[in-house]
């Protein structure tokens, strides 16, 4: 029986990322469900769909409910209180370009971190030394990594992977996609997804 696996992309600056990072862990192992974590950008989604910055700042009685939806979520799911970072949407670029170069193992543990930073913690995450600080807490040597991070190769590879979250239809975060191709959006459909991507491997 083949394994069943789904590809999970994620945004740095997105509220409901934190919340389908937070949860998918445990989901996923429950369901024999492995999860591949894909990192990518939604700055150039948001430019080709016409966006300077996020939706939910275009339109402010969505942001004032997403962030109470937030919170709410936060507490069903037993997470820490809400505190919202200094500017949002954050600049996860960074982040993510060091999500990227790290290795599959490493990469869910960096991503938590960094998303409980953002939206527990309150801090910016564009600041390398929040980004270095996570590095060190994991015992990954930061000077080595960050460097690795911002060769071009590592670049590159992160606005493919973002090309490729584009040619699976993804535009927002989170999304997840299954092994035939299916697009499940946001933190509410990850069950459904998991429940898609289990069916497909039975």
Request: hydrophobic letters at 45%.
């Amino acid at each position: 029986m083949a394994r069943a696996s789904l590809d999970f992309y994620y945004e740095f600056a997105s509220t409901y990322s934190y919340l389908a990072a937070a949860r998918i862990g445990p989901l996923a192992e429950a369901a024999g469900v492995e999860v591949v974590w894909r990192p990518f950008l939604l700055g150039p989604i948001f430019a080709a769909q016409g966006l300077t910055t996020s939706p939910f700042n275009v339109h402010p009685e969505k942001g004032r409910h997403m962030w109470r939806d937030l919170e709410r979520l936060a507490a069903r799911y037993g997470l820490p209180p809400v505190t919202r970072p200094p500017s949002f949407p954050a600049n996860g670029l960074l982040a993510a370009r060091v999500a990227t170069v790290l290795n599959d193992a490493s990469r869910p543990a960096f991503s938590r971190q960094i998303f409980h930073r953002a939206f527990a913690q309150g801090e910016d995450i564009g600041e390398r030394e929040v980004v270095r600080q996570v590095l060190a807490g994991l015992g990954h040597f930061c000077a080595d990594v960050i460097e690795a991070a911002e060769r071009q190769e590592n670049k590159d590879r992160l606005r493919a992977q973002t090309e490729r979250a584009k040619a699976a239809g993804v535009f927002g975060a989170p999304s997840f996609v299954t092994a035939d191709g299916e697009l499940f959006w946001g933190n509410d459909r990850l069950e459904l997804a998991l429940d898609h991507a289990r069916a497909l491997a039975a």
